[in-house]
C-alpha cells in the first residue's frame, strides 16, 4: 500500500474517533438537560388548612417557579438591606453635615458682627483722619459714599445667604480701600511731621532741665525783685530744683557768649539759634561748653547752681527773637 493510501486511512481513522467523541459528548449534555428539564417541569401541590377545616386552599407549583420566587425573593431582601443600609450611611452623614452647618453658621454670624464693629471703627478713624488733615492744611481726602449696615439675621435661604455674603465682602472692600488710601494720607501727615521735627531742633522748644524736672519759681513777666524789693520786667523764667543737676540746650546752635557776673547771672551762656532765636542760661556752676562751639539740642551745656546775684539752686532761662524778649513757656514742649 502507497504512503499516501495509508496517511489517508489513518486520517480517516482520527475523523471517525473525534466525531465519535463529540457525538458522545453532545449526547451526555442533552440527556442532562433532558433530566434537568424534567426535574423543573416537576408540579408540587401546596395546600393551607386552615383550623376550621372547612375550605382548604391548595394551589400546584413547579420546580422552576420555586427557583425563580426563591431568586427573587433573595433579590428583594439583598435589595431592601442594600439600600437600607447606605439610607442609614447618608442619613448619619446629613447629620453630621448639618451640625456642620451649624456651626459654621454661627462662626459667620461671630464674623458679620465683628465686620460691622469693624466697619464703626474705620468710620471714626475716617473723621478723625481727615480733621487731623484738616488741622494740618492737608487736602481732606473727602468721606466715601455710605454703606448700609451689615444684617445680622439668620439665613432664610440660599438667596439671602447669598445676598448677605456679597454685602459683608462689598463691606470688606470698601474698608479694604480706605484703609489703601489712609496709608497715603498718613504718610503724607509722616513727611509733614518730619519737616517739622526737624524745624523743632532748631527751636528753643525743650524743657531746659534735663529729665524734664524742676519747678517755674519765677515766671515771666512784672516781678518784684528779691532783694531791693522794686517791681522790674523778669525777662525770663526762673526753674528750681538742686545743685549740680545737669542743664540741656533747648534747640541745635552756637555759643556766641559765655561769661560771669558776681553781681548779676553769675555763669551764664548765650547760645544763637536759627530764625532769630537766642537762649540764655544763667546762675550756672559748671559750664561745658566755650564761646564758638555747636551744639545739639538736649546736649548737656552746664549744671544747675546759685551763682551770681540769686538766692538758691535754680536756672534762669530766658528766650529772645533779635533783641526782643519772649515768654519762654510758650516755647516749652512745644512738640
Not at 9 to 15: A, D, G, Q, S, Y
Given at each position: 500500500?502507497?504512503?499516501?493510501?495509508?496517511?489517508?486511512?489513518?486520517e480517516?481513522?482520527?475523523?471517525?474517533?473525534?466525531?465519535?467523541?463529540?457525538?458522545?459528548?453532545f449526547?451526555?449534555?442533552?440527556?442532562?438537560?433532558?433530566s434537568?428539564?424534567?426535574?423543573?417541569k416537576?408540579?408540587?401541590?401546596?395546600?393551607?388548612?386552615?383550623?376550621?377545616e372547612?375550605?382548604?386552599?391548595?394551589?400546584?407549583?413547579?420546580?422552576?417557579?420555586?427557583?425563580?420566587?426563591?431568586?427573587?425573593?433573595?433579590?428583594v431582601?439583598?435589595?431592601?438591606f442594600?439600600y437600607?443600609?447606605?439610607?442609614?450611611?447618608?442619613?448619619?452623614l446629613?447629620?453630621?453635615?448639618?451640625?456642620?452647618?451649624?456651626?459654621?453658621?454661627?462662626?459667620?454670624?461671630?464674623i458679620?458682627?465683628?465686620?460691622?464693629?469693624?466697619?464703626?471703627?474705620?468710620?471714626?478713624?475716617?473723621?478723625?483722619?481727615?480733621?487731623?488733615?484738616s488741622?494740618?492744611?492737608?487736602?481732606?481726602?473727602?468721606?466715601?459714599?455710605?454703606?448700609?449696615?451689615?444684617?445680622?439675621?439668620?439665613?432664610?435661604?440660599?438667596?439671602?445667604?447669598?445676598?448677605?455674603?456679597?454685602?459683608?465682602?462689598?463691606?470688606?472692600?470698601s474698608m479694604?480701600?480706605?484703609?489703601l488710601?489712609s496709608?497715603?494720607s498718613?504718610?503724607?501727615i509722616?513727611k509733614?511731621?518730619?519737616?517739622?521735627g526737624?524745624l523743632?531742633y532748631d527751636?528753643?522748644?525743650?524743657?531746659?532741665?534735663?529729665?524734664?524736672?524742676?519747678r517755674i519759681t519765677?515766671?515771666?513777666?512784672p516781678?518784684?525783685?528779691?532783694?531791693?524789693?522794686?517791681?522790674?520786667?523778669?525777662?525770663?523764667?526762673?526753674?528750681?530744683?538742686g545743685?549740680?543737676?545737669?542743664?540741656?540746650?533747648?534747640?541745635?546752635?552756637?555759643?556766641?557768649?559765655?561769661?560771669?557776673e558776681?553781681?548779676?547771672?553769675?555763669n551764664?551762656?548765650?547760645i544763637?539759634?536759627?530764625?532769630?532765636?537766642?537762649?540764655?542760661?544763667a546762675?550756672?556752676?559748671?559750664?561745658?561748653?566755650?564761646?564758638?562751639?555747636?551744639?545739639?539740642?538736649?546736649?548737656?551745656i552746664?549744671?544747675?547752681?546759685?551763682?551770681?546775684?540769686?538766692?538758691?539752686?535754680?536756672?534762669?532761662?530766658e528766650?529772645?527773637?533779635?533783641?526782643?524778649?519772649?515768654?519762654p513757656?510758650?516755647?516749652?514742649?512745644?512738640k
Amino acid at each position: 500500500m502507497s504512503p499516501a493510501n495509508q496517511y489517508k486511512k489513518v486520517e480517516n481513522k482520527l475523523f471517525l474517533a473525534v466525531g465519535t467523541l463529540f457525538f458522545r459528548l453532545f449526547s451526555a449534555v442533552g440527556r442532562s438537560f433532558n433530566s434537568i428539564i424534567a426535574i423543573g417541569k416537576q408540579r408540587f401541590t401546596v395546600m393551607f388548612i386552615p383550623h376550621s377545616e372547612k375550605k382548604i386552599f391548595n394551589f400546584k407549583i413547579s420546580v422552576f417557579a420555586m427557583i425563580f420566587f426563591a431568586a427573587l425573593l433573595s433579590g428583594v431582601v439583598t435589595f431592601f438591606f442594600y439600600y437600607g443600609t447606605h439610607y442609614s450611611g447618608i442619613s448619619s452623614l446629613l447629620k453630621d453635615r448639618s451640625i456642620n452647618l451649624e456651626g459654621t453658621q454661627a462662626n459667620l454670624e461671630l464674623i458679620r458682627d465683628e465686620i460691622a464693629s469693624l466697619k464703626k471703627s474705620s468710620r471714626v478713624f475716617e473723621a478723625s483722619l481727615n480733621e487731623a488733615l484738616s488741622t494740618l492744611g492737608l487736602q481732606d481726602r473727602g468721606t466715601g459714599q455710605p454703606t448700609a449696615d451689615g444684617d445680622l439675621s439668620s439665613f432664610l435661604g440660599m438667596e439671602e445667604q447669598q445676598e448677605g455674603v456679597m454685602r459683608e465682602l462689598s463691606d470688606l472692600q470698601s474698608m479694604g480701600a480706605l484703609f489703601l488710601d489712609s496709608a497715603k494720607s498718613l504718610e503724607s501727615i509722616s513727611k509733614l511731621l518730619s519737616a517739622q521735627g526737624d524745624l523743632l531742633y532748631d527751636l528753643p522748644s525743650i524743657w531746659p532741665v534735663e529729665g524734664g524736672i524742676g519747678r517755674i519759681t519765677n515766671p515771666f513777666g512784672p516781678a518784684e525783685h528779691p532783694f531791693t524789693k522794686q517791681w522790674y520786667l523778669h525777662k525770663g523764667i526762673d526753674i528750681a530744683y538742686g545743685y549740680g543737676i545737669p542743664i540741656i540746650a533747648a534747640a541745635n546752635g552756637k555759643v556766641v557768649e559765655r561769661k560771669y557776673e558776681p553781681l548779676g547771672f553769675g555763669n551764664y551762656l548765650l547760645i544763637r539759634h536759627k530764625y532769630g532765636f537766642y537762649s540764655k542760661y544763667a546762675h550756672m556752676g559748671r559750664v561745658f561748653v566755650r564761646e564758638g562751639d555747636s551744639i545739639t539740642q538736649g546736649q548737656r551745656i552746664g549744671t544747675m547752681d546759685s551763682t551770681g546775684l540769686s538766692t538758691g539752686p535754680h536756672l534762669h532761662y530766658e528766650v529772645r527773637i533779635g533783641s526782643q524778649v519772649v515768654d519762654p513757656a510758650r516755647f516749652l514742649n512745644i512738640k
